[in-house]
């Protein structure tokens, strides 16, 4: 079983540079999500997808931009990377965004922005 | 302002040694609170969800209680495998499915 899976793992970027988190689930969910873990700090929402169709920001929106392209993926894009971005970063999705629902994570992604 | 503070940090623990992970929470209404284990290099697990204080879930060696303002996650004579990173998080009513979560206990069981 596949669930959600993140590419790529590991991404070194320079300061400025552009490049795109790939996250797709084979669950069937309607609701998606970006969040980024730091040391210190917990996980936080940047971006999420209540469904097909429709982007919301979540709590740490800024220098990032996302897309759901069907109902399966959902990317993260940092158009101009800085130092502040290197973090872990975790896609996520849920059969629908209501209580009660479990949330399923993929495995991460170790960002580092030199 | 939502928070969620997990204490303590890091527990080392002896197998067998149990002992609980505490999870304090101020949110204005709560919908529910989430436990997740975390293993290094690994996306967070979902283990409980618990909706109103009183409530207990149990898994294994592992058993949820919800108080009106704190969780605890106790665990009952620990394996070296049930160690992990412990996390919390809190679910608002009006809050869109926004998740807040804390920082998590890192548990080491040894043998």
């Known amino acids: 079983n596949a669930g959600v899976t993140q590419t790529p793992k590991f991404q070194v970027l320079k300061t400025g540079q552009s490049m795109t988190l790939q996250c797709a689930q084979d669950m069937n969910h309607n609701s998606m999500y970006w969040y980024r873990q730091d040391p210190g700090m917990g996980l936080r929402l940047i971006y999420y997808?209540?469904?097909?169709?429709t982007t919301d920001k979540g709590e740490v929106p800024n220098g990032y931009n996302v897309s759901r392209l069907n109902k399966r993926e959902f990317s993260l894009r940092l158009e101009s990377a800085a130092p502040s971005q290197t973090s872990v970063y975790f896609c996520?999705?849920?059969?629908?965004w209501g209580l009660g629902d479990t949330i399923y994570f993929g495995e991460g992604s170790w960002l580092t922005v030199v | 302002e939502d928070q969620v503070t997990q204490s303590p940090e890091a527990l080392r623990l002896q197998e067998g040694e149990s002992s609980s992970l505490n999870c304090s929470y101020t949110v204005s209404g709560l919908r529910g609170l989430f436990w997740y284990r975390q293993d290094p290099g690994k996306g967070p697990e979902f283990l409980f969800t618990?909706?109103?204080a009183g409530e207990e879930k149990e898994k294994e060696r592992l058993k949820a209680t919800l108080t009106k303002k704190e969780s605890f996650l106790h665990i009952t004579a620990p394996k070296p495998e049930d160690s992990a990173t412990y996390l919390c998080?809190?679910?608002?009513?009006?809050?869109?499915?926004?998740?807040?979560f804390g920082t998590g206990t890192l548990l080491a069981v040894q043998p």
């Open positions: 618990l909706y109103s």
């Open positions: 996520a999705s849920s059969e629908a």
């Open positions: 997808s209540a469904s097909e169709g």
């Open positions: 998080a809190v679910q608002a009513w009006g809050a869109t499915n926004k998740l807040i």
